[in-house]
Structure formats: C-alpha cells, structure tokens
C-alpha cells in the first residue's frame, strides 16, 4: 500500500529539547517536503526536496532543519523548539513535483510547553 | 502577505445542491492551481489541478474554473453529498513541476443531509 509515514504522531516536548519528526514513504518519490498547518493560515510550506542531497526553503523554514540523504526518508529536525512552533506538521511525497498528485501523511501534532 | 486567500472560512450547502468555493491569488507568476480536501485527523489529499493554460477542469462531480485575469479559481461540487463536508484547501504554483506549493487558509464546507 502506498504510504507516507510520520513518527511520532503525537508530542508533547518542553522548550529547547531537539527533537527530530521522521517521514518515510514507499513510493520510490522524488520529491517529499514538509508543512505546518496553524489555525487561520492554512498550510505553509518548510522544506521541500526535489532529490536525495538536494533541499531548499519553503515560506517558513526558520527554526527548521531537514535532510535528504535517501530517497525514501526526509526528517525534519527542530534544533531548539520554542512554543510558536507547536503546530500540526505534514509530510508529502509525490513522483515529481506537482504534475502529479501529492501524497500526505496523516499528520504530526506537536506541542512545545 | 498572503498568497492566496480563501475568503470564506466556511460553507453550508444542502445535500444535492451545488457547492461554490472561491480562491484568489495575487502572484502573476502562478501558473499551476491545485484543490485539497481534508477530513478531521487526516492528512489532505488531492482532489483537483488545472495549469493556466485551460480555463475549465474537470472530474466527475468536481469542476475547477480558472478566470486569470481576476486571478480567481473556483471549486463546483454538483450534486453535493454529506461526504463532501471537509476542509478544502486551494494551493498554486509557479509551474507543474516545482517544489514550491503555496496554500490558502481552507474553507470548511458542511452538506447538510
């Protein structure tokens, strides 16, 4: 079954603990990226990964990190978490960019306290 | 500065009734326009796309329309159906195959049975 995987689903972490949100799908896609959906402002763009190595800023990358050493997984990494960056986070994967549809994972929710 | 804007936060239609929602954009540069539909606790998952080269699109009950010079998209649901009761989320971009995917705040549609 085609899949996009996040881990965890749901957190509770205190103000600069790093954390890492792993994302993984079965799909063999070229392209994954990460969003974060906040009440009012729909979905806003992190990081997106057009190949392996290859990753560059959405419209809110700051805070972010992420990597794209395989093809199957894209982590997205909080450094130092602060409270603005509790949010729902998604995962996307799709074959090549959008001229295909996009692939979600079913979300993150993360609390920063 | 936002996008692309959904104006209407929500919509109540009656069942076989027709459904309108409306996005609007401001970047010139958008040339690709996508539709999302979202249920509680799910990841989105695309519904709809339209490249600017078209003006109508297409799909079964689902029909997008395209007016570039208003820099307006439109979303017809016909019939509706209680099913169709989500969130639904408009996004653009600057061509098929980028990475980068700008979204509009949603519009939580209700089809009251």
């Known amino acids: 079954e085609a899949q996009v995987t996040q881990n965890p689903r749901y957190l509770i972490t205190v103000t600069g603990k790093k954390l890492t949100v792993t994302c993984s799908q079965n799909?063999?896609?070229?392209?994954m990226s990460w969003y974060r959906q906040d009440p009012g402002l729909g979905l806003r763009q992190i990081y997106y990964?057009?190949?392996?190595?290859?990753?560059d800023k959405g419209d809110v990358p700051e805070g972010y990190k992420v990597s794209r050493k395989e093809k199957r997984n894209f982590p997205l990494i909080l450094e130092s978490p602060s409270p603005n960056q509790t949010s729902l986070y998604f995962c996307?994967?799709?074959?090549?960019?959008?001229?295909?549809?996009?692939?979600f994972g079913e979300g993150s929710w993360l609390t920063v306290v | 500065d936002q996008q692309v804007k959904q104006n209407s936060p929500s919509l109540s239609v009656q069942e076989g009734r027709i459904s309108i929602l409306n996005c609007d954009y401001t970047?010139?540069?958008?040339?690709?326009f996508l539709w999302y539909k979202k249920y509680p606790a799910e990841g989105p998952t695309f519904l709809i796309s339209?490249?600017?080269?078209?003006d109508k699109n297409e799909d079964g009950r689902f029909t997008v329309f395209l007016n570039k010079s208003a820099k307006h998209l439109s979303l017809h649901i016909v019939p509706s159906q209680p099913g169709d009761s989500a969130v639904y989320f408009c996004?653009?971009?600057?061509?098929?195959?980028?990475?980068?995917?700008?979204f509009g705040q949603g519009t939580t549609l209700q089809v009251k049975p």
């Open positions: 996307a994967s799709s074959p090549q960019g959008f001229g295909n549809t996009i692939y």
């Open positions: 799909m063999n896609h070229e392209y």
């Open positions: 990964s057009m190949n392996v190595e290859v990753t």
């Open positions: 970047n010139s540069m958008f040339d690709y």
């Open positions: 339209i490249s600017s080269i078209k």
């Open positions: 996004a653009a971009s600057e061509g098929s195959n980028t990475g980068k995917l700008i």
